[in-house]
């Protein structure tokens, strides 16, 4: 990468970092109150506020920090901020926690009357659930029955990893503290719980070789990736448009699709994560939508790529409901169309054809971009560029006419151009034989059942 996208990147760094240190001082300015509010209505001592909750909590909507994006993107109320900010706090500000120790003499290294756990490898006041309930509710049971939703597998804390109780404590997730302080996330390790890898590519855009009318459709997509956020935040059409941008990308094998994703991440900083179908597919009922939404909820508020090679296994055609099999089967791909419609990053589906998606999924792509095989103009760059420098052409090899004669795919000339290479590595010598490039011709023709 060269120097100057190395500055820029880190400048953009620079001032996230710098907005999500505006922000939570902010946050921390309305916390340091809270605490104070409480302690005071708790001795019966004057106050400003007859309850904690009637302290407003910062206005974060003209904000573009990640810690505000996530605090608008799930709409969190007060006593969603307050857990968030408070198990924020160990990490960044510490002593604003230690009034816990001052107030409770009898501390007695795991439990106070207000809750918390004292560590031994790690300094200061370590909030638990009891501390949040004391700050949030004090003697409110009803308040106190409403924190049970916070830790419960289905709220939004638990679905996208941003914070859990322990016997630790209330526990912020490395992949948010991360995300609150340097402006980066964590890459997931791809497991049964995230089945999907991360991708990317040494290539750029002038290695890609595309007919002009897909190129043009892909930069659509690298214009939303660029300046969706702006549309929706900074021009209000949030309300009006949905999140996110959804596209299918069709066409033979071996002509770009998953390079075009893996570009698409590069050139606008996206991560880009192939999901493994391997890990998502499940004949047991229920058990593929658990294993996407693992994916999704990972990756929602993460401007990621999402990319889905050989879509049909998931995004195929509902069939006629004959069966209970066939009505689970049309509930997943029911299940799937309401997550990818309501995902904020990119999906791309890649299939071979078009009419094996399901028509519901295609009617609310943003874009359906076709993929054609080469045509022989475009063969003949990816015959050119193909060949390493250090090698040279047999006199007798003429790459015109092979590039009219036979019609390939990239990825298929790419094969060829590996092994006719390979052929002359093992021989101990650079030139590239014409006989070599034939018989890998007649091997990418065998495999895609054509006469050779």
Known sequence: MAASALDGRAAAGGMVMLHNARD???????????????????????????????IEPPDLSDSDSPY???????????????????????????????????????????????????????????????????????????????????????????????????????????DMLNLFTTGQQTAPTFSADFPAQHIETALSWDDLVLHPGTRRQIEDIETWLQHGNTLLHDWGMAAKLRPGYRSLFYGPPGTGKTITACLLGKSTDHAVYKIDLSLVVSKYIGETEKNLAKVFDQAEHKGWILFFDEADALFGKRSETKDAHDRYANQEVAFLLQRVETFDGVAILASNRR???????????????????????????????????????????????????YTLAGGAIMNVIRYA??????????????????????????????AT
């Open 355 to 405: 009419e094996n998606i399901d028509e519901a999924f295609a009617r609310r792509f943003e874009s359906i971009i076709y993929f054609p095989m080469p045509r022989p103009e475009e063969r003949l760059r990816l015959w050119r560029e193909g060949f390493s420098p250090q090698t040279q052409l047999e006199p007798g090899l003429n790459l015109e006419n092979i590039a009219e004669e």
């Open 68 to 174: 505000a994006r996530l605090v608008r993107h799930y709409d969190l109320s007060f006593i969603e901020r307050l857990a968030l900010v408070l198990s924020l706090a160990p990490h960044i500000r510490p002593q604003m926690l230690d009034i816990f120790f001052t107030k409770n003499a009898t501390f007695d290294r795991r439990f106070s009357e207000f809750g918390g756990v004292f560590h031994t490898t790690r300094s200061g006041f370590i909030p638990t659930r009891e501390t949040l309930a004391f700050l949030a509710a004090g003697n409110d049971l009803q308040i106190r029955f409403e924190l049970r939703a916070l830790f419960t597998g289905d709220h939004v804390f638990a679905r996208h990893n941003i914070l859990h109780d322990s016997e630790d404590g209330l526990q912020i997730s490395e």
């Open 24 to 54: 939570l001082e902010t946050e921390l300015a309305w916390f340091a109150q809270v605490i104070d509010t409480r302690f005071k209505l708790y001795f019966g001592q004057e106050s400003a506020y007859e309850a904690v909750t009637d």
């Open 421 to 450: 290479s390979m052929q002359a590595l093992q021989c101990s010598r650079t030139l590239i034989a014409a006989d070599d490039v034939l018989q890998g011709i007649r091997r990418e023709l065998a495999k895609e059942g054509k």
